[in-house]
């Protein structure tokens, strides 16, 4: 199955992130909005078949509204308001998952299975 998914892990509660809004877009065309579900993850995929080709794209996640929902008491401005993750799809008909571990102070990425 080839497609685009991701999913967010909230390292300081250690938990999944449910309500995470998130975007993906490609060279500044936005394809896809959504929020994560209570897993930390999308519904759907947010690419899948032939919709994933090859190029750069970009996930940016609204993590610093997610941590004042939990009632985070964040820095004004935060430092990470929003985690802004680019990454390049060489393999057509592959499947790439871009799963996002993130605190109020620190995140990573990886691309998982």
Do not use: C
Request: no cysteine.
């Amino acid at each position: 199955m080839s497609g685009l998914t991701t999913h967010v892990l909230d390292t300081m509660h250690g938990r999944p992130a449910a309500g995470v809004a998130l975007r993906l877009s490609r060279g500044g065309e936005a394809l896809a909005s959504t929020v994560t579900n209570a897993d930390g993850r999308v519904d759907q995929p947010l690419l899948s078949g032939e919709a994933l080709t090859p190029g750069a794209y970009r996930l940016e996640f609204d993590v610093g509204a997610y941590f004042r929902g939990l009632g985070v008491a964040l820095a004004r401005p935060a430092f990470l308001e929003t985690v802004v993750i680019d990454f390049g799809v060489a393999e057509t008909g592959a499947h790439y998952h871009v799963p996002l571990l993130v605190s109020p102070f620190a995140y990573s990425t990886y691309r998982g299975s």
